[in-house]
């Protein structure tokens, strides 16, 4: 039997994907978004011997758009490399996070994990009456009647939600075509599956998110042998030894400019961030 399908001392990569999904990046908080995921998942899928790649998921979701890109990398490198990809959901894969879960072959969570939420939201706040209490004006100069929209600082114009909420239909049904063709027909016909509900993974497993329920480290053993073993894939390192957030990081530009603005950003940061975890009681 060739090495790759041996059950004797199989080796798994793993690879960890933790917290929200945000283009950029969080300078406090670690997240996710192809930048920093792609350098990890090239590094998994390379390992020869593997005939598997198993993927640790815990997010509540964020930017569709990085989630569909981490989805499509993790799919090219399974087919180019020729791997099955296990994916295994921790707390939670919800929204965006159940995305990225979709490029799994199998996804298997706990029975109290948190799956689904396959919808869109957008969020904000609005403040028309702040600056007239604290006497500033607000000016704004533009060419192109719709180039200014959704103005915090200005009452909200219903032409103005109707254009979003079309924009979150288009990119709800992208999400919708995903799941059905990486799910199939296993499924079910529960007109709630797109409503944008979260279940556990008890739930997930009949509805036909999820594959079923176990935890990685019995899953990769039942299928490889008991002395199969996994390897955690973890990010390169750069200066002093620092976890490098994304491709082209420069750990030294823009210090003193973090720094004066630490205080604010990391506390924006963690409500933007707790605010995206609270929605799945988590």
Do not use: C
Not at 248 to 270: F, I, M, N, P
Request: a positive charge; zero cysteines; charged letters at 25%.
């Amino acid at each position: 039997m060739p090495k790759r399908f041996r059950k004797e001392g199989v080796s798994i990569p793993v690879v960890r994907l933790q917290g929200p999904i945000m283009a950029g990046g969080g300078q406090f908080r670690p997240t996710l978004n192809i930048a920093t995921v792609a350098p990890v998942l090239d590094k998994a899928f390379a390992i020869k011997d593997a005939p598997a790649v198993a993927i640790s998921i815990n997010s509540p979701g964020g930017s569709p758009v990085q989630s569909r890109l981490i989805f499509q990398r993790i799919r090219d490198l399974a087919a180019e490399k020729n791997k099955r990809v296990l994916v295994f959901v921790e707390d939670v894969a919800a929204s965006g996070g159940y995305m990225i879960a979709l490029a799994g072959d199998e996804i298997f969570a706990d029975p109290t994990s948190i799956v689904g939420s396959i919808g869109v939201v957008s969020g904000g706040f609005g403040f028309p009456e702040l600056l007239r209490k604290i006497g500033v004006e607000r000016r704004v100069y533009t060419a192109g009647e719709n180039k200014v929209i959704l103005d915090p600082f200005k009452p909200e114009r219903e032409s103005d939600i109707e254009y979003l909420k079309s924009l979150q239909v288009e990119i709800h049904d992208v999400f919708i075509g995903m799941v059905k063709e990486r799910r199939g027909t296993r499924l079910t016909s529960d007109p709630d599956i797109f409503s944008g509900l979260f279940w556990t993974g008890q739930r997930g497993v009949a509805l036909g998110l999820i594959d079923g329920l176990a935890d990685m480290r019995g899953e990769i053993r039942r299928r490889y042998g008991a002395t199969a073993k996994l390897q955690l894939i973890s990010p390169t390192r750069g200066l002093f030894g620092r976890k490098i957030p994304g491709v082209g990081a420069d750990l030294l530009a823009g210090a003193a400019e973090r720094a004066a603005g630490a205080g604010v950003g990391a506390l924006v940061e963690t409500a933007e961030e707790k605010a995206l975890w609270a929605r799945y009681g988590r």
